[in-house]
């Protein structure tokens, strides 16, 4: 009988100690993420800062990162914005949703643009929507204009012996085509469509910027400029990088001193957590399968997949 009352006497005194641990980890838990959340510069209830966003790459109408500008106008804790862009531009669409987003966004915070290497064509499309561009000295930026390419295959499909054949419901439908050497009718539609969106972008430069576009040498004929050259002609505000961006936010009422923090369009802000997740699925997915998937990203094949009409800067050549 007594060694049944030392055994139930045992187990109660098991069970009130790992209860102890049970409870003390608890309080532990919740005091770390009370830190986390609290922290100064990186929790979820974090001060006031700057939030930069990147234009990289081919341009292309991204609904995710048009959301990621929204929340950020929506975000009490930014400040002012800056739009780092290093691009040589994509579709005119693309450059055209950006531009329009950022509008939005600069009548609630003050917008300022950093142009990197490139910054052209609808890239530049993209700059224009913020309210100060700051580029450096060797910035190439412009080629104002709209492009419009297809390949013309129909030589190579006769030496194949391949006819492509069709049926539509009017001459114009399907024209220009790839299928069939250019004629008039298309090349004249063509025309037209690109002469029209390279007025809107004129327009767009000359709102903006406040320039009378035929005065600048070039400008209308789509050559590029170099930051300083840009300055020159109005086409920026400022030499410089990210200091002199920050600068003049300070200087339209943003707080001194204030922390920049990557934005980014898969979760929004950058959390001091994002490298240890990052870790923990390139471990669980394999290393070799991480690097496949960043190369096969639509945004790296973004090129591919261009289609309509461009504004992107292609160097020559010749």
């Known amino acids: 009988m007594s060694l049944d009352t030392e055994s139930i006497l045992d187990r109660r005194r098991v069970r009130r100690q790992l209860s102890f641990w049970r409870v003390l980890a608890v309080v532990a838990l919740a005091f770390a993420v009370g830190a986390f959340f609290l922290s100064g510069d990186r929790g979820l209830i974090d001060r006031r800062q700057i939030a930069r966003v990147s234009i990289e790459g081919m341009i292309t109408e991204n609904r995710d990162f048009l959301n990621l500008l929204d929340r950020i106008g929506k975000d009490k804790r930014v400040a002012g914005v800056i739009v780092y862009v290093n691009s040589p531009g994509g579709t005119t669409t693309g450059g055209e949703s950006i531009y329009e987003a950022l509008r939005r966004l600069a009548e609630k915070k003050p917008v300022v643009a950093q142009f990197g290497t490139v910054a052209a064509s609808a890239a530049y499309i993209a700059g224009l929507g913020t309210d100060y561009i700051v580029a450096r000295g060797n910035s190439i930026t412009g080629s104002v204009g709209v492009i419009m390419q297809w390949p013309e295959v129909s030589g190579l499909l006769d030496k194949l012996g391949i006819r492509v054949n069709e049926v539509k419901s009017g001459p114009l439908k399907a024209n220009p085509s790839p299928?069939?050497?250019?004629?008039?009718?298309?090349?004249?539609?063509?025309?037209?469509?690109?002469?029209?969106?390279?007025?809107?972008?004129?327009?767009?430069v000359s709102t903006r910027r406040q320039v009378t576009t035929s005065t600048i040498p070039g400008l209308e004929q789509g050559r590029v400029f170099s930051g300083r050259e840009a300055l020159e002609y109005k086409l920026i505000d400022q030499i410089g990088g990210e200091p002199e961006a920050i600068r003049w936010l300070e200087s339209q009422g943003v707080e001194k001193d204030l922390k920049v923090v990557n934005w980014k369009e898969s979760s929004g802000v950058e959390w001091p957590l994002g490298g240890a997740v990052a870790g923990v699925v390139r471990y669980l997915t394999g290393a070799i399968g991480g690097d496949l998937a960043g190369l096969v990203s639509a945004e790296r094949l973004g090129i591919l997949g261009l289609d309509g009409l461009v504004s992107v800067w292609q160097p020559s050549e010749n």
Request: no cysteine; hydrophobic share 45%.
């Open 179 to 204: 299928f069939q050497p250019l004629d008039e009718s298309g090349r004249a539609i063509a025309e037209e469509m690109i002469a029209e969106s390279h007025r809107w972008f004129l327009d767009l």
